[in-house]
């Protein structure tokens, strides 16, 4: 990376969590220069607008949280068990960005009709679902899995129930909700393991 | 209910999809006032502030949103069938407002720090969750639901995969995620049937 470069990746990762935690409208150029120490021509030297900026800075804050959520998890060689330590992973760690779920923050924000971080919350789920269905396909070769599951069922079911219950656990400011998600999503998942 | 009554649910009615498709800061009185006919005075007759009226619309897209998916429940007597038609229903009938689910918009809302919409979003889902509760300890009792289920991790898996599903397909502009998750629901519901 040349010092440019570097410059991009700086402001990106210190204007992510304000993103996540105030939301597109609620962020301002005026917070970023705090933030990095920039002047506006500064940042403005590395992205078009604070469109561009907010796009990176989701993008940026969903792939830590992917990152965090997965570390360890391709040293567990059964599916059935990787998919259950990834559940549980996403429960019991924290965020590494303050503001919580970066996909439904995205995906929020994107309701007052900004196609950009819309865009980016849809492939964030289709990444995520990606890779879910994989593990389940891989599960059933190696005969982890039952033959007959429907991997596009389970996945969607396992992000919709995460997503909801953070959504739930969010209004509730109480763990209850995701925490028996969890424990439900896991005996899901054990009821799809292949016999004997 | 007097004239000054009969006027104030109007009101509500007619705001209800207002501020149901476009959340509290998009809609404005003025719109309001397009919508009724009614001069700024006659809206504040009838409420103390815009945040008054923007709970009452709100709570009735949500008594509204309830009403609809249950009729015909309480005639089902199994309570395992109640809970998968209540499921069914979610998915497959239309809303009665445009904009999708009340509580998921009210939810959205609360999220720029508004405590009213949030408390009307938490006493929603709290709602639901204890129907869900009540019908499946009910269940228990009847023997049509195996001893030992746990209401409350169902309520709260059942509550979070379906608002879930709902954000994915807004996202995803597509139906598949909640069919997908009604499906998985309805077969996780007869696991939780009673032998024999």
Sequence with gaps: MNKGEITRQRII????P??????YA??????????????????????????ELAAEAFKY????????????????ENRVER???????FVEVPSVLPGGCPIMNAAIDSDDGNPVLR?????AIADWKKRLCGNLREGIERGEVREGT??????????????????????????????DTAVMLEG?????RAQG
Tied chains: 1, 2.
């Design 18 to 23: 304000i993103f996540n935690q105030r939301g």
């Design 26 to 51: 609620g962020c301002s150029m005026q917070d970023v220069m705090e933030a990095t120490g920039l002047e506006k021509g500064g940042i403005y030297r590395h992205f078009e607008s604070k469109e």
């Design 83 to 89: 998919i259950k330590y990834l559940v549980r992973r």
């Design 150 to 179: 429907d991997p596009r069922r389970i996945a969607n079911l396992v992000v919709a129930a995460l997503e909801g219950a953070l959504m739930i656990s969010r209004i509730e400011k109480s763990r209850t909700a995701v925490q």
């Design 188 to 192: 899901i998942l054990d009821g799809i």
């Design 119 to 123: 865009g980016i919350a849809r492939e």
């Design 61 to 76: 804050a969903i792939a830590e949280a992917f990152r965090v959520r997965r570390v360890g998890s391709d040293a567990i």
């Design 13 to 16: 990762a210190e204007a992510a």
